[in-house]
């Protein structure tokens, strides 16, 4: 009987290794906390999403550094209670000015409109998609593409790229669709009204 406990004991813990790997591993709800956790990695990319079992919101937000700069940062929230800012790219005062023109790359094209990204009035040195149509393509433009820029001009007037890796990336908005539908709920899909 105690190598029949040993071997479950074996297993268990392969089974969890596996899980691990794999960087599917949601956080069990602790501490009476009405949410579940999700906190999982998928190459360059983490997710972070919360599940309220009560009223079946999810909120999701998806992060990566950059690579040039890796104290930049490109964000997306997502909801299904009301709609957030679209993909928001956060860069340093010093590196990007953001009252200028900022272009965004993919796949080695400019996306268009030219100017899709908008200062972001909630935070310092942040530009966001915030239109919903345009975030949604540029989500379908960026998903395929082995990396995503900014590019503008820095305060001095020179001109400056930061590039944010997309590996990984397509497979975390899979991860927040399936947590989504969990829920049984559809993403919040127009501006909040405020």
């Known amino acids: 009987m105690p ?5 479950q004991r074996l297993i268990l813990a392969l089974a969890m290794l596996a899980a691990l790997s794999a960087g599917a591993a949601p956080v069990a709800m602790a501490d009476n906390k009405p949410f579940q956790e999700f906190d999982e990695t998928f190459k360059s990319w983490k997710l972070y999403c919360q599940l309220w079992t009560g009223t079946r919101q999810v909120e999701c937000e998806l992060t990566a550094r950059g690579t040039n700069d890796r104290t930049a940062r490109l964000v997306w929230l997502r ?4 709609w957030r800012e679209g993909l928001r790219f956060r860069v340093s005062a010093e590196s990007l000015d953001l009252d200028r023109l900022v272009r965004v ?10 100017s899709p990204c908008k200062p972001y009035r909630f935070e310092t040195n942040t530009c966001a998609v915030t239109d919903p149509d345009i975030n949604r393509r540029m989500v379908e433009r960026i998903a395929p593409a082995p990396e995503v820029s900014i590019v503008g001009q820095s305060p001095a007037g020179e001109k400056t790229e930061v590039r944010f890796p997309l590996a990984g990336f397509r497979e975390a908005v899979e991860r927040s669709d399936a947590i989504r539908a969990m829920a049984g709920r559809p993403w919040a899909t127009r501006p909040d009204a405020d």
């Open 3 to 7: 190598a029949l406990r040993h071997g």
């Open 79 to 82: 909801s299904t209670e009301k």
């Open 105 to 114: 790359w993919a796949d080695r094209a400019v996306f268009k409109p030219d």
